[in-house]
């Protein structure tokens, strides 16, 4: 079993590796552009870029080195910046996992608290506004939910002129532009959290909703069973029976979903990284994509792709521990 | 379900129309169950409103999709004649808003129509068939899943190149098979097990025969729920590639409207309702397929509920 989840995630990480190449050698378009003008009198150095690139061999021999490059870690430069692959997406990467682990985190707590309380009074009002809300709030556009945010919270918004304590936060990047370059200084972390709210507020409330409403209609499913009209008929009080009988029993459908839904985010990161100019991997990967810069975009599309890869497998080996019962089916 | 009636004998009826009369009874019921349904009939008004505006956009827009202002400057703020103000080529931003409904709905429906018979062929062949190519699409289907949704639609748009609607629907119709697949290969799988298949076999029934007369109507019901909720996913999608300026080029859509008011700082300019109305036009669209999906998923497949 465990071994089976392990060759199916080497050989889906494979495939990713495999298609991600196909994808990007599909697009069209010329990826010596945006190293060299597009210009008759430049053409003799434009040659000369794409054999030093190895962008005139073969397709399979191209592939050959991808993937030679990709296992021993020589990630080679970004056409377009002039720095290696690797530090721009280390750099990045650090950033991305701020704004959706906080996200996430943020998004779990709330999410279950709701789910949870929905289900407990199904059927009265806090049921029907809390179920009504997160299917409105599921069916917004992320980026659309992140430009409102911002008018609500940027200089001079409506809101101000009806509160006078309304505050503004700072709606693009991950720090102050006039705090560059980065310490680890209070300074620097407060205004780092500060630039973290908004982007870190609307990846939450896009996500939230899936979280709550599931969680909502696993303990929904887990009340009608038996073994809770008997904790309820041995004199368990209400909250003993959510605690000790229902709420273990919900939580295995959520942890597959949490994983599952790693892709969904990573898909609403993008779109609020590049709403708030917040420059991880999804405002990186868009970047990349319109300047057709190969080197960088073949390793971020792949480390998007594992990442999903690893957070399903993780959560597979979550629930073999939390639900023994898993192992035989 | 509804009351069963017993059908005169002595009087011959030919197949096709008993399976009508069946069909047409099964409807009914249904119908019935919606009506009866406040989740149902709330998702359904809200799509019926946007349906309506789709087919009477000519009639009730002012303006062409695409069709400058003779009375007004490009840019200028909301007032009587043009109550959500102009865009920087002096359209109309109210007709631009209805027209956007039409392209909304198509891009929605029809994506999803081509997600769903692609995801509900692969879930039909893998789930049935199993062994080795039940293994090989599951693994293509993991690896799509994985590679994030966004770039994946960016780069199959940009191979395209040129966007009109059937490429924009293509677009999004190719990339968003694979949760469908993954649905329909699960209740398959509990189907094949049913004792319908195996009286199939018995009477030496094709394996083509049993998927498409016992297994592919039984799983229609859900099916046809997923599809529904899909047109939503479809919707959002649309948007999101509109507002990365990568869908259909000559006309335009809600995200195309929301994309411009974005580069043209409305929010500064005073004309909040540029980005404001195209994005809850996106919203309470999407959320009334939710609803009504939610809800002909419950009445469709009662079992699945009470597990």
Redesign the interface.
Known sequence: MVARRLV?AG??IF??IC??YL??R????DPSLSIVPRDPKFRGFRDYVIAFFGLDRPQWEQFGIYLQKLFTLDWGTSYQYRRPVADILFHDLGWTLLLVGTSTVITILIGIAIGSYAAVRRGKPFDFVSTGLG??L????I??LG??L??LF?KNS?VQGWIPWWPTLPTSGYFDDRLIPWNWDLLHVSDAFLHLLLPAATLSLGTLAGISLVMRNSLI?VM?EDFVTTARAKGLSPRQVLRRHILPNGMPPMVSLIALDI??V??GA??VE?IFRYQGI?FR??EA?GSLDYPLLQFI?VI???A??LA?LVSDFLLLWLDPRIKIS | MGTAQVVKVGRPISPFRARATVLSRKLWNIGLQVAHNRTAMIGLIILVFFTFLAFAAPWIAPYGPLQAVTDAFPLSPPDALHPFGTNQFDYDIYSQVIWGTQISLIVGVLAATVASVIGTAVGLVSGFIGGWIDEVMMRFNDVVLSIPWLVLMIVVAARLNYLDLVGIILVIGLTGWSVTARVVRTQVLSLKERMFVERGRMIGSSNAHIVLRHIFPNAFPLIFANTILTVAVSILSESVLAFLNLSVKNNVSWGRVIAEAYQHDALTIGMAAWIIVPGLCIVFLVFGFYLFGYALDEILNPRLRRR
Do not use: E, K
């Open positions: 199916n050989i889906t495939g990713i298609l991600n994808l990007i599909l697009m069209p378009g299917i409105f599921y069916g917004m556009p980026f659309w430009l409102v911002q008018s940027r409506v499913d009608t892709a969904f990573l898909g993008y779109q590049i999804g990967t868009i994509i599309i998007g792709g594992v999903v890869v399903n």
